[in-house]
């Protein structure tokens, strides 16, 4: 200002001040500055500088929301800070103009830009519809400081985002668009990757998962590969570039309730490209969730070659294998396998056939599975599960130390087979294998086959050039089955070329079944040693009906606490061999058979001259406790309990030779009958056995009871020598002629 003032104290009625103040009047009220300076130099706001600080203040505030009303419904705006919701944007928007000569008015179905316009001096949003917007666009994310695909140091907005989806890729899901390629980058990144957003995703290639990777397929989600592409939609980084070879990838991880379809129906076998998901060569991988994979051409999930393997919920409708493992594979952990699979749902192959086959030299070792369920029903092939467990090997590695347990539902094959196989697959070599409750039925086979057993163990004609075995076992251990079935016994040990289980124990059968183990060949199929224990059986009316069937070779068999509930005295057995057969030691310890045949019974002449040991036994109303053809056997008895049914005693000798002693309980009747030559002798030293004389054949310095009372010595105990028998108490004698 060209006046210059005076320095006068206020107030100042000098006309140079007087002239200076209304300059300044002015400026204060029209000036769009926000601060004047007085005529002391000091700064003072202007209206428009108080009009800013009130909006400030009003602002730090908060805004007010005219609740109800929109500028569809019309509003009327009395305050700077109300804000007003227009319903076509979602944005709030608030009127910055003069409100000085009276409220904003706003007309009913108005919008902003019909009711002033959107600009300083009138309306501004103030809501984050305008940023949503932004951000939901494909170059949102860059609104933020994020490149897909990038990789970020800790402390920026890229760094806390931890996972990826497709559509951060721009890829949403279609039943028709093929997205194959759309997800190349996103795998490739790795990290923790999402489907979250439910549909198909159509694939004509495989998904190539990295070190570090965690794949989350969420609910309704399908990963799907197309009618023209036959191959995986899964594989790891190492198996892909280098078959599995060199540095094995890190760590892995595939999960959630999703579907994985191979679509495999309509397509061909095409080697390891018929399999859903091929994982080699990783340190730690994880699978589970609830994943289903359907219709896989071959296997569900290949794996071979990894140091540390967790699964927890697989499901399976599909046309082969679930869950398939190759060697080697070690720290196994499988928990909850189920659905319907048209082969095994659990395998554990040492090799397989070449078309499948990845494995390298190596065991199997550290192996705790359990929780496998088959469903009832079938695949979309129209197949069923055609057995839960299955193993078998070439003899480039062992299975160590597996542990099986929880096996449920029904199964067209076997619940559980050790096998050997054609394609070179021809030895099984298991050091270890626990099994513990077992609930599954096994199939019936076909029309004219024989049902199946629970378990099987079978060489199926195949061994390795050179080996004794196809199909070797040292030590098994069968534990809770619960399995019922009438038509097959629980085990059948099998071999055309060479079978063997060096140690088999089973603890706790079944309550009814047709038996518990049945060696099928006669010198090719054989058991070391056979432990049963804790068990009681119902058996039917059948033929076939023992706790132990042998048509092979059985070194020892030991059984405690052991009841044989039997109907009528036509059928059934504690042991039945047929055929050419080999035993060497039975012990039976706290035995009971009810009805029934004779207990322990060979059809021909065994292979081998057996010493039987029988120990706090009971033999009630049976037809027979011993009755071997053409048998040398030793025969032990102690607290032994014997009342046979009407017209059948305890030890029948059919052109066999016998050997007793020990105490046998027949309530004073005769315990003997031989025929066809057959011959039966005491051991040597005193036996409570009620024998008829004529039937038992002289041992010097042996003694029984006699229950003959026709014979001149008289009924009661007596002793021989050179075959005369003497009552030890009345000395009457009794020559015999054998």
């Keep these: 200002m060209a006046t210059q003032p005076t320095q006068d104290a206020v107030p100042s009625e ?34 428009e500088g108080i009009n800013y600080l009130s909006q400030q203040a009003m602002a730090a505030y908060g805004y007010v929301i005219l609740a109800g009303k929109t500028f569809t419904t019309g509003a009327t705006i009395n305050n ?25 008015v706003v007309p009913a179905n108005s919008t902003p830009a019909s009711t002033g316009g959107i600009a300083p001096g009138a309306w501004l949003g103030v809501g984050d519809a305008s940023l949503r917007a932004a951000l939901a666009a494909m170059s949102g994310a860059g609104l933020v400081g994020v490149s897909v695909g990038s990789v ?32 190349d980058a996103m795998f490739a990144a790795g990290g923790d990757i999402r489907f979250e957003k439910p549909g198909t995703y159509l694939t004509d290639r495989a998904w190539v998962l990295r070190s570090g990777t965690r794949l989350w397929i969420g609910p309704g989600v399908i990963l799907k590969a197309v009618d023209s592409y036959n191959g995986n939609i899964l594989r790891n980084y190492s198996y892909a570039v280098n078959a599995g070879a060199g540095t094995a990838d890190d760590f892995i991880e595939v ?9 495999g129906l309509a397509k061909g076998f095409n080697g390891t490209n018929s399999m859903a998901s091929v994982f080699k060569n990783v340190t730690t991988l994880r699978l589970g969730g609830g994943i289903l994979t359907r219709n896989a051409r071959k296997y569900c999930w290949l794996i071979a070659k990894i140091q540390n393997l967790y699964v927890d919920g697989l499901r399976f409708n599909t046309i082969s294998d679930g869950l398939h493992l ?38 199997f070792s550290n192996v705790d599975v359990a929780g496998l369920y088959s469903l009832s029903g079938v695949n979309d092939e129209g197949g069923s599960t055609t057995t839960l467990v299955t193993m078998g090997g070439n003899g480039s590695g062992n299975f160590v130390r597996i542990k099986i347990a929880g096996l449920y539902g029904n199964t067209r094959d076997s619940v559980m087979r050790c096998n050997a196989d054609t394609n070179g697959l021809d030895y099984t070599h298991v050091n270890y294998l626990h099994v513990s409750d077992v609930y599954a039925i096994p199939g019936d086979g076909l029309a004219g086959t024989t049902p199946f057993p629970v378990f099987t163990f079978d060489d199926r004609g195949y061994k390795k050039p050179g080996n004794t075995y196809g199909v070797e076992l040292d030590y098994v251990v069968l534990e809770n089955i619960f399995s019922r079935k009438d038509t097959a016994p629980v085990v059948n040990v099998s071999g055309s ?16 079944g047709l038996g518990l183990v049945s060696v099928n060949n006669a010198n090719t199929a054989s058991i070391d040693t056979l432990i049963i224990n804790n068990c009681r059986i119902i058996m039917p009316v059948n033929a076939n009906a023992a706790v132990v069937n042998n048509r092979g070779v059985i070194g020892q068999i030991f059984m405690d606490n052991v009841q044989a509930i039997l109907s009528g005295i036509t059928q059934g057995r504690l042991y039945r061999a047929i055929g050419t057969t080999s035993l060497t030691k039975m012990h039976l310890t706290n035995m009971t058979q009810t009805n029934g045949l004779a207990a322990i019974f060979a059809q021909a002449a065994m292979a081998t001259q057996p010493e039987i040991y029988l120990t706090n036994a009971t033999f009630d109303g049976c037809a027979g ?11 032990y008895c102690r607290n032994v309990k014997a009342p046979m049914a009407s017209g059948f005693v305890p030890f029948s000798a059919n052109a066999a030779t016998y050997f007793i002693g ?48 026709l014979l001149s010595c008289g009924i009661g105990m007596v002793t021989v020598q050179s075959k005369v028998w003497k009552h030890m108490y009345t000395a009457a004698t009794y020559t015999s002629s054998i």
């Design 14 to 47: 000098s006309p140079r001040d007087l002239k200076f103040n209304a300059g300044k009047i002015d400026e204060f009220v029209t000036s769009m500055g926000w601060t004047y300076t007085d005529r002391f130099g000091v700064n003072h706001y202007t209206i």
């Design 152 to 183: 970020y140091p800790a402390g920026t907005v890229g760094s806390a985002i931890q996972y990826r989806t497709p559509q951060m890729y721009g890829i949403e899901p279609s039943t028709t668009n093929i997205i194959g390629a759309g997800l």
């Design 625 to 635: 406790m011993v009755d071997l053809t053409g048998t040398t056997a030793k025969i």
């Design 326 to 363: 190759q060697n080697p594979i070690q720290n196994v952990y499988v928990r909850n396998l189920s659905g319907i699979t048209g082969d095994d749902m659990f395998a554990m192959t040492i090799g397989d056939y070449p078309s499948y086959d990845i494995s390298e030299a190596g065991d």
């Design 80 to 104: 700077p800070n109300e804000v007003l919701l227009n319903t076509a944007d979602g944005e709030y928007y608030k009127w910055t103009g003069s409100l000085a000569s009276g409220p904003k």
């Design 255 to 263: 999960c959630g309730p999703g579907t994985i379809d191979f679509n």
């Design 662 to 709: 020990g105490e046998v309980d027949t309530d004073g009747a005769n315990s003997l009958a031989t025929s066809n030559s057959g011959v039966i002798k005491l051991r040597p030293g005193m036996h409570n056995i009620a024998c008829d004389l004529t039937k038992l054949t002289s041992v010097d310095n042996a003694g029984c009871y006699n229950s003959n009372s």
């Design 497 to 512: 070329v060479g079978t063997v289980a060096h140690q088999l124990i089973i603890n706790n059968g079944p309550r009814n």
